[in-house]
């Protein structure tokens, strides 16, 4: 692991007061996608920042391309942090999203992802958006393991850029899988419960 | 310079004088025995004991005992390492209080200035307040020189600056980001996390830069002569004025004991209105607030604590009786901001702030009668005795 990883992830645990659960779930280094709601820029440095160092060399976040490629900074950032660049704007039909994931986890690695696209502007979750289902559809193997993130909206919240370090919570719940003959929507219905439900742990 | 001769009576005062030595090391002592017993008794496979109380009991002893240990080594450090702990302390506390509280998105700019500039600018004014009275090395002495601050004694700004700069900056930074929603209730919530977590606890650190007076009698020339063969004492000399009330600069002791004195005497008033609230408990005060603080335990409390708050007389400036309403005092403040941070905390619906966010001690809990007490205790002594008050 790199200096600037190490040095981004203190300074995010410092700043966001974050304490980890795990709930009927422990930290392994067997594949995973770890799905959690979205609500700061924080999220994926945090959550990644929180995973015991085992898992994290092996865990990337996957983040829009847009938005990390903007800048300098923001590219060396995602750098360090090993993040899957995702083009949200020209998806070509043979390069979509899924597949590109799958490609570079390969049998190793594991994901960070946030279902719901954007962050959302209200407090409660937006609808998951169908990626979730094609990783569990093509790769029944992986463990998709629900992340709740709280509080972390009111320490950097959209548009602002100077952190205020309230005390924020990570809940990383119990892993599910897509059932066999589970349709699309009831699937993304249920996944997005599985994040919800470790709200109120 | 007018101010000369009490910079010289200041040094002459020591840091960490022998009571003060004694009082730090028996309590860290009992307290380790404490620590010891409880964790023998947990290792006890027999269902003889309240296994639930005597982990609680466990838990307590186990953060005081931490919480003495850093306080010594804050003081051994010295004075600038204690008040920046306190900051730190009042840093946590607030971190606490605001995630407890809920606030909306125009408040975030506003509540970056509360963390960064005037929990910070607090502390620099109350270190630096110590910096002026007594330049304690060539940094801070040079410190006060670049900024001129010799003749300020920076009391005046830091008594005020939260309550009235910090409150009328609130409201008028929240009102700038324009949400209008709850304004009222939404400036209140940050001034009051402010002043009791920041203002109020600051005034413990205040204490190590008074200019403590005393009516005891001198001590004896003995023990004077034990400790320093070759000073002469030359404190004894700048208090020319003291045969007339009686008042004589108390340069034997030492602040840090005094600030020891009142943190122990915060905390065992709350032991002791624990322990009489349980022995002979009754009469609930605000049964909505707070189920386990009765009458009986908050008088019975008060005045067991100013009983061993006079026992402790020596470590201060005070003499028996003053202890012993210093104690009281400080008792009955601590009960007060008890109460308050529990209404506080049953209005959120949390019952510790330990528990708000898992894994994280509660430092609001532990500190909240400190922050009530803290400002009583500061303002009795520097008007009883401290030289800053013709």
């Known amino acids: 692991m790199n200096v600037t990883a190490a040095v981004l992830s203190l300074v995010a645990k410092l700043m966001s007061g974050c304490s980890v659960r795990w709930v009927d779930c422990q930290p392994e280094t067997c594949q995973r996608i770890y799905f959690a709601n979205h609500t700061s820029h924080l999220d994926a440095l945090v959550l990644w920042a929180s995973l015991p160092k085992q898992v994290r060399v092996l865990t990337r976040p996957v983040a829009a391309r847009d938005y990390w490629e903007q800048d300098a900074v923001r590219r060396y ?6 993040a899957l660049l995702i083009d949200r704007e020209n998806i070509k039909v043979h390069r979509s999203p899924v597949e590109l994931m799958l490609q570079a986890i390969g049998d190793k690695y594991s994901l960070i992802v946030f279902p719901e696209g954007g962050r959302g502007t209200t407090d409660d979750m937006g609808e998951f958006k169908s990626g979730l289902y094609y990783l569990g559809k093509k790769r029944p ?28 919570s990570i809940t990383i719940g119990p892993p599910i899988w897509l059932e066999t003959g589970e349709s699309k929507t009831d699937f993304l219905v249920r996944a997005r419960e599985a994040v919800r439900r470790l709200k109120d742990l | 310079m ?9 040094a002459a005062q020591p840091r960490l004088n022998l009571p003060t030595l004694w009082l730090l090391g028996v309590v860290l002592v009992l307290l380790g025995f404490a ?12 269902a003889s004991i309240d296994h639930a109380l005597l982990q609680r009991f466990n838990l307590r002893v186990r953060a005081w005992w931490i919480m003495y240990a850093i306080l010594t080594a804050g003081f051994l450090l010295g004075r600038g390492w204690t008040v920046i702990l306190f900051g730190f302390v009042s840093f946590w506390a607030l971190r606490e209080f605001i995630t407890m509280t809920p606030t909306r998105r125009g408040d975030h700019r506003t509540l970056f200035w509360v963390f960064f500039v005037f929990t910070p600018i607090q502390y620099l004014l109350v270190g630096i307040g110590r910096m002026f009275v007594q330049p304690a090395g060539p940094v801070s002495g040079w410190f006060a020189d670049l900024l001129g601050l010799r003749g300020i004694d920076f009391y005046g700004l830091y008594s005020i600056m939260i309550p009235v700069y910090a409150s009328l900056f609130i409201p008028a930074r929240i009102a700038v980001s324009g949400d209008s929603k709850r304004f009222l209730e939404r400036s209140a919530k940050t001034q009051v996390g402010l002043l009791i977590c920041v203002y109020s606890l600051s005034y413990a650190p205040a204490l190590l830069h008074l200019d403590l007076q005393t009516y005891k009698p001198l001590p004896p020339p003995a023990a004077e002569d034990r400790e320093a063969d070759s000073l002469p004492s030359p404190p004894l000399t700048v208090a ?8 004589r600069p108390w340069n034997e002791g030492s602040r840090e004991g005094l600030l020891f004195y009142f943190i122990l005497i915060v905390q065992l008033a709350e032991l002791f209105q624990y322990a009489w609230g349980k022995l002979l408990g009754r009469r609930v005060i605000a049964p909505e607030i707070n189920a386990s603080r009765t009458w009986e335990g908050f008088l019975g409390g008060a005045a067991t604590t100013g009983l061993l708050g006079a026992l402790l007389w020596w470590v201060t400036p005070f003499r028996i009786w003053e202890a012993a309403c210093m104690a009281t005092a400080t008792a009955v403040m601590g009960f007060a901001g008890c109460m308050t941070l529990s209404a506080i905390k049953r209005d959120r619906g949390v019952r510790d702030t330990g528990t708000l966010v898992q894994g994280h001690a509660g430092v609001l809990d532990r500190i909240d009668s400190l922050c009530f007490a803290a400002p009583v205790f500061f303002h009795l002594t520097r008007f009883y005795f401290s030289s800053s008050v013709w």
């Open chain 1, 141 to 168: 193997d992986l463990e998709l393991v629900p992340v709740f993130i709280d509080n972390l909206n009111r320490v950097l919240p959209r548009g602002e850029f100077l952190p205020v370090p309230l005390l924020s």
């Open chain 1, 77 to 82: 950032i995602a750098s360090s942090l090993n």
């Open chain 2, 2 to 10: 007018g101010c000369e001769p009490l910079l010289a009576a200041a």
């Open chain 2, 35 to 46: 620590l010891a017993i409880g964790q023998t008794l947990k290792r006890q496979p027999e």
């Open chain 2, 240 to 247: 020319p004025s003291a045969s007339s009330t009686g008042r």
